[in-house]
């Protein structure tokens, strides 16, 4: 991972907003209607080639392929791993349910659109997992290569994600192993093949871990704290396992308490969970900073600072809402993490969460989008000229 050595450089948390009709045809899929892949793939390559080259005409310095060729920022991997069939059932959020009469308009709006849901159709682990072949995100990451190549030098650095064991397990409902720790172990082996391959592409890996918060006002709603910390350890160790042999500072953990607009505040506070985090072997942790439940929790960066080689990329953009954050609220928010992180080189400007993390699922226009991110831009320009009175 690039540090802001002569100014704070700018990225974001991975998924971009997909064409209409690429999510339609993935929605499609995920609804087992007939699809034509050799289309539906032919749709995800030209939309990652849109993507690409507008990232950086927007302003931003590490750049990803916007998951367009995937579905979902984890459920992709049903069409990835063995094992996975039948029907799980997972728990509500507990923020959305103690407000009924927000639940149900909550439930009418994500009814109206033709989107890739991340709470029904959802698989279960039904046999061995494992990854069934490597050659499928080795040729996403020749894409993404490929589709770099001619912008050598337009861009810092460029990354790809992949979800946490913790959160495919948790989505993903264990009826073949005897133990969590043991599907935990399955799930760490076979992400491990899309770890290390990201890696080998020369791509920094960003882990997409909403698990280590969102579950406690989901799958551990109604279980003390010292039960989700316990679950929050166990897959910070499967992390580490899957990670084995893969340098840190090439490494970048996200962790957000759920992307979706709701009250949140049943949501854990950052501060129970953070020492927990720091023990994950990864060279920087990618925060939610400017949404208004999480925003105040920059100051546990004092309290509980990073390891002195660990960078954070802190969110100053709101990914639900179209609101687009006047550059100097960027900036402030940006200042305000490096004091709290005690070196401005060790901050980047990024986004709360991913724009579409379900295809079709997203709250912003892709016009605002893009605005946001040139609003960042300006906004880490200007931060910079204060952080680095003497560029760097």
């Known amino acids: 991972m690039q540090a802001s050595e002569t100014r ?10 997909r064409p209409p009709a690429l999510t339609q045809l993935y929605a499609r899929r995920v609804r087992g209607e007939a ?39 984890a459920l992709y ?35 109206t659109k033709e989107a890739v849901s991340n709470t029904a159709l959802l698989p279960a682990a039904i046999g061995p997992v494992a990854y069934a072949d490597p050659s499928v995100i080795t040729a996403e990451c020749t894409d993404f290569a490929a589709t770099l190549q001619p912008l050598a030098g337009q861009y810092t650095e460029a990354f790809l ?22 599907y935990l172990a399955a799930l760490a082996q076979a992400l491990a093949v899309e770890y290390r391959a990201i890696i080998d592409h020369g791509f920094v890996l960003q882990l997409d871990c909403p698990d280590l918060a969102l579950e406690r006002h989901c799958s551990y709603r109604d279980r003390p704290l010292a039960d989700f910390l316990g679950f929050v ?29 709701a009250p949140h505040d049943q949501d854990v506070p950052l501060e129970d969970i953070l020492p927990i985090l720091l023990r994950a072997n990864v060279g920087g942790l990618v925060l939610p900073f400017a949404n208004p ?6 100051r546990c960066l004092e309290r509980t600072p990073l390891a002195e080689d660990q960078l954070m990329v802190a969110g100053v953009i709101d990914t639900l809402t179209n609101f687009v954050e006047h550059p100097e609220v960027i900036a402030e928010r940006l200042i305000r993490v490096a004091q709290a992180v005690g070196d401005p080189r060790r901050v980047l400007a990024g986004t709360d969460c991913g724009f579409d993390t379900s295809a079709g699922r997203g709250r912003i ?16 320009r200007l931060a910079s000229a204060r952080l680095f009175p003497q560029g760097g």
């Open 35 to 73: 699809v034509d892949m050799a289309a539906m793939e032919a749709a995800g390559r030209e939309a990652l080639h849109r993507i690409v080259p507008a990232q950086l005409e927007a302003g931003l310095d590490v750049i990803n392929n916007g998951e367009q060729q995937r579905d979902s920022f």
């Open 161 to 182: 994600t992949a979800p946490s064991p913790g959160i495919v397990a948790s989505i993903v409902q264990n009826r073949h192993y005897d133990t969590e720790e043991a």
């Open 233 to 261: 350890e166990r897959v910070v160790t499967a992390i580490n396992a899957a990670l084995a042999g893969i340098p840190r500072d090439q490494v970048r953990l996200h962790v957000c308490w759920g992307n979706y607009e």
């Open 293 to 298: 439940r999480h925003a105040h929790e920059v």
């Open 8 to 17: 704070i450089l700018t990225t974001h948390t991975g998924s971009l907003p």
């Open 77 to 111: 991997l049903r069409h990835r791993l063995t094992g996975i069939g039948g029907e799980s059932q997972r728990a509500t959020f507990a923020d959305i349910d103690a407000y009924p009469e927000f639940k149900a308009e909550f439930t009418r709006q994500a009814g």
């Open 365 to 380: 226009t892709p016009d605002v989008v893009w605005a946001k991110f040139r609003s960042m831009a300006e906004g880490a």
